[in-house]
């Protein structure tokens, strides 16, 4: 995964979201209107693995969380695919709910 800005496109089965992610050094960083992203990656021979929290910090009611509660933890795998990079998983709260991802290399 190339470090730089991206554009986040995810969806479950709940609805879809987007938002905007920094990835460098190991770590990802970026949020949308409602929540922040906090979490790390890293490169391994299966792929890229992720580990990522959601944390709100618009209380906002408009702004309605993915998975129907505020602060969650992603666990997922993914790969390159030239400035995009696919990622599916879960969420450790909602183990049965499939989570995917799709990251758009934006910018250094």
Same mark, same amino acid.
Request: no cysteine.
């Given at each position: 995964? /190339?470090?730089? =800005?991206?554009? *986040?496109?995810?969806? +479950? #089965?709940?609805?879809?979201? $987007?938002? *905007? ?28 693995? *992720?580990? #990522? +929290? $959601? /944390? ?16 969650? $933890? ?10 995009? #990079? ?5 969420? =450790? /709260? ?7 991802? $799709? ?6």
């Amino acid at each position: 995964m /190339q470090e730089g =800005l991206y554009k *986040v496109e995810f969806h +479950t #089965v709940h609805g879809t979201g $987007t938002g *905007v992610i920094y990835a460098i050094n190991g770590k990802l960083r970026g949020g949308n209107s409602a929540f922040a992203f906090i979490g790390n990656y890293a490169a391994r021979d299966a792929g890229i693995h *992720v580990k #990522v +929290t $959601t /944390q709100r910090h618009n209380p906002d009611p408009a702004f309605r969380p993915l998975f129907g509660t505020d602060m969650i $933890t992603l666990t997922l795998k993914g790969a390159d695919n030239g400035d995009m #990079v696919d990622f599916e998983g879960t969420a =450790l /709260q909602l183990p049965g709910v499939s989570f995917k991802a $799709t990251l758009t290399r934006i910018s250094d």
